[in-house]
């Protein structure tokens, strides 16, 4: 495996299940990223991780939780989400450079449905 | 504050046509970092190029150049001969030295047609 792989590409899921999305990057970076992508809307930054470190966490509701449980490997965990929680989620990675020159490197993205 | 505008929200051209794509940026830094990335249907975002705010010299890549003017804080994106496979939603981003990634910013992206 190269790169930054995402498991499952697809998932459809209703308000009261559980499921989870997982990133692996396999670039040896020590940064990791959740995105979420809607439709007619910019990238989102949800979670950031750095050297398993949350970082940041831009408000996001608590029905989403991220789990990082090494820099390589890289989890959301969803419950009792809504509908309009339906977008494709994009995993990210960069090796953190003092000069602030970092770049990330996306994963395929799970497109995600919430009936 | 940072922002990226990028104000084409789609374009459509016939293959072997030349086309232009705009990106503006916002930043009080002297130090930054500008990107472009093309997300085909596929999803995932593809790494196009990086450029530091010290480095105003233009870039080419085979069919791919890039303008980066400070005086205008414009970034843009050029395809000579475009192809089909050009096809995708090309997105302009900005971080700044100090946040590094966390903090990258993207436009909202520009979708590119190509016709055959």
């Known amino acids: 495996e190269t790169g930054v792989t995402q498991t499952p590409r697809h998932l459809v899921m209703g308000m009261t299940n559980k499921k989870s999305l997982k990133c692996e990057q396999h670039?040896?970076?020590?940064?990791m990223y959740w995105y979420k992508q809607s439709a007619k809307k910019p990238l989102e930054l949800m979670f950031v991780?750095?050297?398993?470190?949350?970082?940041e966490n831009n408000s996001v509701p608590s029905r989403f939780s991220p789990e990082c449980p090494n820099s390589s490997h890289l989890f959301l965990h969803l419950h009792t989400l809504q509908p309009e929680d339906s977008a494709l989620y994009l995993c990210?990675?960069?090796?953190?450079?003092?000069?602030?020159?970092?770049?990330?490197?996306f994963g395929p993205g799970t497109r995600l449905t919430v009936l | 504050a940072q922002k990226v505008t990028q104000a084409q929200t789609e374009i459509s051209v016939v293959e072997k046509e030349d086309v232009t794509l705009d990106c503006v940026y916002e930043?009080?830094?002297?130090?930054?970092?500008l990107f472009w990335y093309k997300q085909p249907p596929s999803g995932e975002l593809v790494f196009l190029i990086r450029?530091?705010?010290?480095?105003?010299q233009n870039e080419i890549s085979g069919r791919y150049s890039w303008n980066f003017q400070k005086s205008t804080s414009s970034f843009n994106f050029t395809i000579t001969a475009s192809q089909v496979v050009d096809s995708a939603v090309y997105f302009c981003?900005?971080?700044?030295?100090?946040?590094?990634?966390?903090?990258?910013?993207f436009g909202a992206g520009t979708r590119l047609f190509v016709k055959a």
């Open positions: 450029r530091n705010s010290f480095d105003e």
């Open positions: 981003a900005l971080s700044e030295a100090r946040t590094g990634g966390f903090k990258t910013i």
């Open positions: 990210a990675s960069s090796q953190v450079v003092s000069t602030g020159a970092d770049t990330q490197y």
């Open positions: 670039l040896g970076h020590n940064a």
């Open positions: 930043t009080r830094d002297t130090t930054y970092y």
């Open positions: 991780y750095n050297f398993k470190e949350q970082t």
